[in-house]
Nanobody, 117 residues
Framework: QVQVVESGGGSVQAGGSLRLSCVAS????????MGWSRQSPGKQRELVAT???????NYADSVKGRFTISRDNAKNTVYLQMNGLKPEDTAVYYC???????????WGQGTQVTVSS
């Protein structure tokens, strides 16, 4: 089992920036991959970005060039720096962890990000 504390959401205008943080605790092997997904009304849940313990990173096409994921392995913390935010980035963002990307799960309540035009 994994416990996470997500923070950093908020409301910004288009073009603005936010930085999300997720501090995780629990089974260490389930923290091999960490990342963020998002859910907005009427849309499918989207896996936004992932990063492995070794530093391999993947982004959804929708955020490439604007979002940057990073992690501090010593603190079991993953960050998502979001720049150039767009109204379509409005969603609840969830911290995910897992052994593999395919086995990642959401563990927290999410943090709301709202981007106004």
């Amino acid at each position: 089992q994994v416990q996470v504390v997500e923070s950093g959401g908020g409301s910004v205008q288009a073009g603005g920036s936010l930085r999300l943080s997720c501090v995780a605790s629990g089974s260490d092997f389930r923290l091999n991959v960490m990342g963020w997904s998002r859910q907005s009304p009427g849309k499918q849940r989207e896996l936004v970005a992932t990063i492995t313990r070794g530093g391999n990173i993947n982004y959804a096409d929708s955020v490439k060039g604007r979002f940057t994921i990073s992690r501090d392995n010593a603190k079991n913390t993953v960050y998502l720096q979001m720049n150039g935010l767009k109204p379509e980035d409005t969603a609840v963002y969830y911290c995910n962890t897992g052994v593999l990307v395919s086995s990642m799960k959401e563990w927290g309540q999410g943090t709301q990000v709202t981007v106004s035009s």
